[in-house]
């Protein structure tokens, strides 16, 4: 079946870049996307990339896919207190594309 | 004002109750979905509707049950609320374009006693 993994915490120090991954196995998805989830807030898309990329390149956030492996990967460079968030990595379902399955979060924490 | 707009946002109820939860949007999306997201379990699809007269099951819909009123309108409603129904839920909506890009609502809180 379609799944999604990735760690379920990160601490990182304020000015330190932060590096979230995830798995997937379904690799005939067409987009893989990070969405951000402030605190009391709904999702919101960070960035996306499309499956023929590699790396994706968006002011401090990168994002690197490896399709062999089925991992993906946001950095975000210089990582400040207002990063402080919850990650959802998601796919499209090869089942049904206009279904996207999301990963169980990670909830990165930034301190001083 | 906010996009996607759901109602109510908390809510505490007692087990056996019916609930629903309202969730109406302004950027004239076809595509309306129901979240549900638990801790450690990140979010699951519900139910999902691409048009007034479609709606289709996502992977969670047992104890479900939604309506979709209008283009702008799709609510979500607990007919009999158990207590692991307690949980976050999300509405989204897309256009459905090439990035599928899902709009999402501040989410409501449903806590079932």
């Known amino acids: 079946g379609e799944d999604v993994e990735q760690s379920l915490f990160l601490s990182v120090r304020e000015g330190d870049s932060s590096v979230i991954n995830c798995t997937y196995t379904?690799?005939?998805?067409?987009?893989l996307y990070w969405y951000k989830q402030e605190p009391g807030a709904g999702l919101q898309l960070l960035t996306y990339?499309?499956?023929?990329?590699d790396m994706k390149q968006d002011q401090r956030l990168t994002v690197l896919l490896n399709k062999k492996d089925k991992h993906l990967s946001l950095r975000i460079a210089d990582t400040q207190t207002g990063d402080s968030a919850i990650y959802f990595c998601?796919?499209?379902?090869?089942?049904?594309?206009?279904?996207?399955?999301f990963g169980t979060g990670t909830r990165l924490q930034v301190f001083p | 004002d906010a996009d996607v707009t759901q109602t109510p946002r908390n809510r505490i109820t007692k087990t056996g109750k019916r609930i629903m939860l309202e969730c109406s949007q302004t950027k004239g999306h076809d595509r309306m979905y129901w979240y549900r997201q638990d801790p450690g379990l990140g979010l699951r699809l519900i139910y999902y509707s691409f048009d007034v007269k479609d709606i289709n099951k996502g992977e969670i819909s047992d104890g479900y049950s939604v309506s979709r009123q209008a283009q702008a309108k799709f609510s979500l409603s607990l007919e009999s609320a158990i207590p692991n129904q307690t949980a976050l839920y999300f509405c989204?909506?897309?256009?459905?374009?090439?990035?599928?890009?899902?709009?999402f609502g501040e989410g409501s809180r449903l806590t079932v006693l």
């Open positions: 989204a909506t897309s256009d459905g374009g090439s990035t599928g890009e899902l709009f």
């Open positions: 379904d690799s005939s998805s067409t987009y």
């Open positions: 990339i499309f499956s023929n990329m």
């Open positions: 998601a796919e499209t379902s090869s089942y049904n594309t206009d279904k996207l399955i």
